[in-house]
């Protein structure tokens, strides 16, 4: 939107209806984080690559409708660049393509989570960004920039960030929940057979590490024993379904009365829901989920040129607006609350958080334990609804 100069950013939810499928933002990305942890960047499968590329095009390799359709056609219009999009629905298989390619997919830019960074480093599957060709970084919050995966922003910079929390119909459960212990309750009890968790080994077992103030990296065996001997035999019994995107239809259609959910597609969610009131958000305490998705550019990326152009563009105030309309997440971009409160957009609360409500969220790593935790999430997968 940055120099299209017609805020379009309230008709960006009508007009596209807001209708996300499985493919939507960051799917599955605790199965990313398992499945033999850092060791998938070794893998090797077929797929596709990017379309032929030209002077005037740039390819971006990144999950599926999360960029403002605005946003690609104000950098169209201002660079001579068309943004040619291919998705993918987990961080591992975007990883093997580019394994699989070794720096010949034709992708300029890609968009990993942030935990991803060193890995893709590692393998040389991304280049560094040179930060003096994106002047607008210069807007990038400071609690969003040189995180631990990459302390320089040498090869990343956010896209969009958010949390996990859960919600819930009041019409079904009458009190007040507020923590992961009234979650793990409720399940137990009202939601009992209508409750659904996020798809994803991270978010799953994060439901007992954050209910027991426990930190979800850690890497003591004990943790796990008794996280996983609570998950199998006393939550799974009452879960219904793994959903990761409870947004796009299980909250519009009311399929459940408690659903973890991420923050955006919550917030999508209880917008389209026909009864919006009949939805409480919670971000749970005592501790919680941030995560982080960002923007590298490909190794061997066939314009690098327009692939700085387009980070720079999208961190642009105005267009940052635009991108957060569009998916509910926050940018990480100075001043943007602001302009989204005057620009009107719904339900801010689901996208901005306090200090005393960031002090609760930490991001996720990749550890040795990577494998178990995938081990306990398939355990209860198992186990759920017996």
Same mark, same amino acid.
């Given at each position: 939107?940055?120099?299209? *100069?017609?805020?379009?950013?309230?008709?960006? *939810?009508?007009? #596209?209806?807001?209708?996300? =499928?499985?493919?939507?933002?960051? =799917?599955?990305?605790?199965?990313?984080?398992?499945?033999?942890?850092?060791?998938?960047?070794?893998?090797?499968?077929?797929?596709?690559?990017?379309? !032929?590329?030209?002077?005037? $095009?740039?390819?971006?390799?990144?999950?599926?409708? +999360?960029?403002?359709?605005?946003?690609?056609?104000?950098?169209?219009?201002?660079?001579?660049?068309?943004?040619?999009?291919?998705?993918?629905?987990?961080? @591992?298989?975007?990883?093997?393509?580019?394994?699989?390619?070794?720096?010949?997919?034709?992708? /300029?830019?890609?968009?990993?989570?942030? $935990?991803?960074?060193?890995?893709?480093?590692?393998?040389?599957?991304?280049?560094?960004?040179?930060? %003096?060709?994106?002047?607008?970084?210069?807007?990038?919050?400071?609690?969003?920039?040189?995180? #631990?995966?990459?302390?320089?922003? $040498?090869?990343?910079?956010?896209?969009?960030?958010?949390?996990?929390?859960?919600?819930?119909?009041?019409?079904?459960?009458?009190?007040?929940?507020?923590?992961?212990?009234?979650?793990?309750? !409720?399940?137990?009890?009202?939601?009992?057979?209508?409750?659904?968790?996020?798809?994803?080994?991270?978010?799953?077992?994060?439901? +007992?590490?954050?209910?027991?103030?426990?930190?979800?990296?850690?890497?003591?065996?004990?943790?796990? $024993?008794?996280?996983?001997?609570?998950?199998?035999?006393?939550?799974?019994?009452?879960?219904?379904?793994?959903?990761?995107?409870?947004?796009?239809?299980?909250?519009?259609?009311?399929?459940?009365?408690?659903?973890? !959910?991420?923050?955006?597609?919550?917030?999508?969610?209880?917008?389209?829901?026909?009864?919006?009131?009949?939805?409480?958000?919670?971000?749970?305490?005592?501790?919680?989920?941030?995560?982080?998705?960002? +923007?590298?550019?490909?190794?061997?990326?066939?314009?690098? /040129?327009? #692939?700085?152009?387009?980070?720079?563009?999208?961190?642009?105030?105005?267009?940052?607006?635009?991108?957060?309309?569009?998916?509910?997440?926050?940018?990480?971009?100075?001043?943007?609350?602001?302009?989204?409160? %005057? !620009?009107?957009?719904?339900?801010?609360?689901?996208?901005?958080?306090?200090? @005393?409500?960031?002090?609760?969220?930490?991001?996720?790593?990749?550890? %040795?334990?990577?494998?178990?935790?995938?081990?306990?999430?398939?355990?209860? *997968? #198992?186990?759920?609804? *017996?």
């Amino acid at each position: 939107m940055s120099p299209r *100069r017609h805020v379009k950013v309230l008709a960006h *939810r009508e007009a #596209a209806g807001r209708l996300r =499928g499985e493919l939507t933002r960051r =799917g599955f990305i605790g199965g990313a984080l398992g499945v033999g942890g850092i060791a998938l960047l070794g893998a090797c499968t077929s797929g596709g690559g990017a379309a !032929a590329t030209g002077s005037g $095009q740039l390819n971006m390799f990144t999950w599926a409708d +999360y960029t403002a359709p605005d946003t690609l056609e104000g950098f169209r219009d201002d660079n001579g660049t068309t943004v040619s999009l291919s998705s993918f629905n987990s961080n @591992e298989e975007m990883i093997a393509k580019l394994v699989a390619a070794k720096g010949t997919g034709g992708y /300029d830019i890609i968009v990993p989570t942030g $935990q991803f960074i060193p890995g893709l480093v590692e393998q040389e599957l991304i280049q560094q960004i040179d930060l %003096e060709r994106i002047p607008n970084f210069s807007h990038m919050a400071a609690e969003f920039s040189g995180l #631990a995966w990459d302390p320089s922003n $040498q090869y990343s910079v956010c896209k969009a960030w958010g949390t996990t929390g859960f919600v819930y119909d009041k019409t079904v459960i009458t009190r007040e929940l507020a923590t992961w212990a009234d979650f793990i309750d !409720a399940a137990q009890n009202e939601a009992s057979g209508a409750t659904s968790v996020l798809d994803d080994p991270g978010d799953l077992l994060g439901i +007992y590490f954050w209910a027991n103030d426990i930190d979800w990296n850690t890497t003591e065996e004990s943790h796990y $024993q008794a996280c996983e001997k609570f998950l199998v035999d006393e939550l799974a019994p009452h879960l219904a379904a793994f959903d990761s995107y409870p947004g796009g239809g299980a909250i519009p259609q009311g399929s459940f009365a408690l659903m973890q !959910a991420w923050n955006g597609d919550a917030r999508i969610g209880i917008l389209e829901s026909g009864e919006p009131d009949r939805w409480q958000w919670v971000l749970a305490g005592p501790r919680t989920e941030l995560w982080m998705d960002t +923007y590298a550019i490909a190794t061997g990326a066939p314009n690098p /040129d327009a #692939a700085h152009e387009f980070i720079d563009y999208v961190l642009d105030p105005e267009t940052s607006l635009a991108e957060i309309d569009w998916n509910g997440y926050h940018t990480g971009v100075n001043g943007v609350e602001n302009a989204a409160n %005057e !620009a009107g957009l719904e339900m801010l609360d689901l996208v901005f958080f306090t200090p @005393e409500q960031l002090a609760t969220m930490s991001t996720g790593e990749i550890n %040795e334990f990577q494998e178990r935790r995938v081990d306990i999430w398939n355990k209860v *997968r #198992a186990s759920a609804g *017996r």
